[in-house]
């Protein structure tokens, strides 16, 4: 399930100090995506917005990512 992907990509953000300094520094979805690829982990842009649960924290995502994944 791709959810699962995006879960254990943020739980991978969260161990591995270099990759969350990297999804930090994401600006765009596609720079995400694409490291998220990158490091094994396959999901589309539209599993990250509701009425999917956000899998990320505010403090894993650089501001405009926030902005645009956490929305309340």
Known sequence: MAIKNIKD???KARS?????????ACMKVRELLALAQANGFDFIEDEL???NEPQFTADQL????AK???RA
């Open 68 to 70: 645009a994944l956490l």
């Open 62 to 65: 650089s501001e405009r990512m």
């Open 49 to 51: 917005y509701p009425p």
């Open 9 to 11: 990509f943020s739980d």
């Open 16 to 24: 591995d100090a270099a990759l969350k300094e990297q999804l930090a």
